[in-house]
């Protein structure tokens, strides 16, 4: 270790630390409106840049303390070492891999010049995130600045040419959930456009006013949780219908009370808690919480060779019930939401997010609608089947089929957690066990739970199926009563609640 730590720093991390958001530079050559980085830009007594030597250091201390993901931003980081043609952000970026950082990434405005794009060292990049506010110039130049959308564009096609693995990352302003002529929301048309463009993936950061100092900066652009819950709601949907090309990253921002206290495991995500992360500042503030920029709380100070645990009223932990599950502590400090209660900026339901991933966060997840799938070829019994599922509370018949190819394509489109279908169906060969089948080799372990409409399957049936997809041979269902399927569906989720 090169800096001399003190004990608290390493036990508040234990062996948890995973990733480093290295704010490298307290500078930018724009000055979008919603920034929440401003005051940091705007005026620092003496260090605008990260130490080179220091941030080595820094690398070598945290990786070796277990953190393999990297975010180099600011401020802007194409202007770190901008007066030596980058050479430091370069020698950084070479220096992480070097070190054994998995994933290093950059996080910039896209207003660098191309060039920097043909730098061995910046090829070693894992994903460059492009930050870009809306879909068109007219949305993105006056919350970004004029001309920035031009430029960003440019680059992003530049780097998608040479093989990059981009993202995209927008701020929700108002602007994105109104509706354009056509009726389709702005939101859906920026994951549109980065469709078209190529890229990888897109993320979304939320702006709401919910009191913390960063609220300051954000203009007029802010949104509403009314408003925003229409749209959530529409964009989860077409998420978990997957009418998108790319993953989408975005922050569900606010729950219900009702929800929070239903599954508090998983709604009360904070990174200060699961203390996988640290955000490390040119004044030499270390943090955690994001929501912190800008303000005199951190959780340490590195200088002169050490890292210094914050004892004082300034150590932004002590604001948290550290063992409890609670809503977002520090959105929660000034205002009250009614109903709502407000949840962690990074939580971003069923992200495919590598800590998120790591962390098995999804796995807590317990009170979600269960999705299901009814087939059956007599139109009769379908009806009668999804009539009787659609009176359970927490159900949600995504789709019906009436044959079991149909039943299959059905499968693989909505993947469903459980399918009530029926066994034989008539004139046709391929029958449910043929459906598990075909949708295991497919959908491997995300293959649903396989309840039969029958009065009886044939016993090595049953046990291959068994073999094949273990417990999601659920059961064979001979009644068509609401007794009998409220049953079956509490007994599930009991059995998600102890496997959570
Ligand atoms: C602070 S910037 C630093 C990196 C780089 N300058 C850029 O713009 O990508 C990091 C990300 O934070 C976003 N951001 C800025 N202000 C924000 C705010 N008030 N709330 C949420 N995200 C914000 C930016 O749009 C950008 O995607
Ligand atoms: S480019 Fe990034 S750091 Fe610069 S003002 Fe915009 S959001 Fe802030
Ligand atoms: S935004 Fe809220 S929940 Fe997330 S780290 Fe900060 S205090 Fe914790």
Excluded at 20 to 43: G, H, P, S, V
Excluded at 395 to 415: C, F, G, M
Excluded at 464 to 488: F, H, L, S
């Amino acid at each position: 270790m090169y800096f001399k730590m003190d004990q608290k720093f390493k036990d508040y991390f234990k062996t948890n630390l995973r990733q480093i958001f290295f704010y490298i530079i307290d500078d930018c050559n724009l000055r979008c409106e919603q920034c929440l980085y401003k005051t940091e830009i705007a005026f620092q007594i003496e260090k605008k840049e990260v130490d080179f030597d220091d941030a080595i250091k820094l690398l070598s201390d945290f990786r070796e303390m277990g953190a393999v993901k990297l975010t180099l931003m600011g401020g802007e980081p194409t202007l770190y070492g901008i007066k030596q043609q980058n050479r430091p952000l370069l020698e950084l970026i070479k220096k992480a891999k070097e070190l054994g950082y998995e994933y290093v990434r950059i996080d910039t405005n896209g207003q660098f010049n191309s060039s920097l794009l043909e730098q061995p060292e910046f090829k070693m990049l894992d994903e460059i995130t492009f930050s870009i506010d809306g879909p068109n110039k007219e949305i993105n130049d006056p919350i970004r600045g004029y001309g920035s959308f031009d430029k960003c564009v440019k680059n992003i096609k530049r780097a998608k040419e040479l093989g990059y693995n981009i993202d995209i990352t927008a701020c929700i302003s108002k602007f994105l959930i109104e509706r354009d002529e056509d009726g389709n929301l702005y939101l859906d048309r920026m994951i549109k456009f980065a469709e078209d463009l190529g890229i990888e993936r897109i993320n979304f950061h939320n702006l709401f006013k919910t009191g913390v100092p960063r609220d300051c900066f954000s203009g007029n652009l802010d949104i509403s949780i009314k408003d925003w819950f229409r749209v959530w709601n529409e964009i989860e949907d077409k998420v978990d219908n997957k009418e998108y090309k790319i993953p989408v990253r975005i922050p569900q921002s606010f729950t219900t009370k009702e929800k929070f206290d239903e599954n508090p495991a998983y709604y009360g995500y904070c990174s200060c808690k699961t203390g996988s992360r640290i955000l490390i500042h040119p004044n030499g503030m270390l943090r955690v919480c994001s929501l912190m920029i800008g303000t005199p709380y951190a959780i340490a100070r590195y200088y002169d060779g050490k890292i210094v645990w914050d004892d004082s009223p300034t150590n932004e932990l002590r604001a948290h019930k550290m063992d409890e599950n609670t809503p977002c502590t520090n959105q929660s400090k000034n205002n009250k939401y009614g109903e709502f209660v407000p949840v962690c900026v990074s939580f971003k339901p069923k992200q495919q997010e590598m800590i998120w991933k790591e962390l098995n966060w999804e796995n807590k997840r317990i009170e979600d609608k269960i999705r299901v799938i009814v087939a059956d070829d007599n139109e009769e019994t379908r009806n009668q089947v999804t009539g009787i599922l659609d009176k359970i509370n927490g159900v949600d018949v995504v789709a019906t089929a009436d044959t079991p190819e149909d039943t299959y394509n059905k499968i693989i489109k909505y993947v469903p957690e459980m399918v009530f279908t029926k066994f034989n169906f008539e004139n046709d060969n391929m029958n449910g066990l043929d459906i598990i089948k075909k949708s295991k080799e497919t959908l491997n372990e995300n293959v649903p739970a396989f309840n039969f409409i029958a009065k009886e399957i044939p016993k090595e049936d049953f046990l291959e199926a068994r073999r094949m997809i273990g417990d999601k041979m659920n059961t064979i269902i001979r009644e068509q009563t609401q007794v009998r399927y409220d049953g079956i569906i509490n007994d599930y989720k009991d059995y998600k609640k102890m496997n959570v």
